[in-house]
């Protein structure tokens, strides 16, 4: 995390926690899945680890952490005068062109693509996998890109993302500030 650390924000907490939430996870299954398609077979796919797969101790133990080769995800925070910027880069070899015009609708996904149907995968292996980690029942079925946008968008920022195939992408988030100075607001 890097640029204005300190920056405070007043805004609705839920609605900010899903925004980070959704490009973070974005960004991490992105980087993981493509370094897992440069160099096959050295990392489970993400989603399939689950905890009781884990190695007790030993040897094998500290073979299963994460591999430190990964590239990481970086965040950027950028305080202006009337709004702020959170930048979320990532080195998970951008968004292919067949994909990009469709990122932005619900229901449109990829995750039926990165796996094959005989491993955790499709809508039921997502929803398994989700639940079974604890998170989202949302996760991997194309809600997660629009909804954030349509948030940001509601309060008044904008939501958008640039791709270098091959490389990484970026998503930009921006979101007005209040509640550092005097507004003229009417309730």
Request: proline share 6%; net charge negative; aromatic share 10%.
């Amino acid at each position: 995390i890097g640029g204005h650390v300190n920056t405070t924000l007043s805004f609705i907490p839920v609605h900010l926690e899903y925004l980070i939430i959704e490009l973070l996870k974005n960004s991490f299954r992105a980087t993981v899945e493509h370094h897992n398609r440069l160099n096959p077979g050295t990392r489970p796919p993400l989603g399939l680890e689950l905890e009781t797969n884990r190695p007790d101790e030993g040897e094998e133990a500290a073979t299963y952490a994460a591999d430190p080769a990964l590239p990481p995800v970086q965040v950027t925070i950028s305080k202006g005068e009337k709004d702020i910027t959170i930048r979320v880069s990532d080195r998970g070899g951008g968004i292919h062109p067949r994909h990009y015009a469709n990122i932005w609708k619900y229901s449109y996904t990829t995750v039926n693509e990165e796996y094959p149907e005989d491993t955790f995968s499709g809508a039921h292996g997502v929803l398994a996998a989700a639940a079974a980690q604890g998170s989202s029942p949302m996760a991997g079925l194309g809600f997660g890109l629009p909804t954030a946008r349509v948030y940001a968008n509601y309060f008044g920022g904008n939501l958008s993302l640039f791709s270098m195939q091959g490389f990484g992408a970026s998503a930009y988030l921006h979101l007005n500030h209040i509640g550092d100075e005097l507004e003229n607001l009417e309730v």
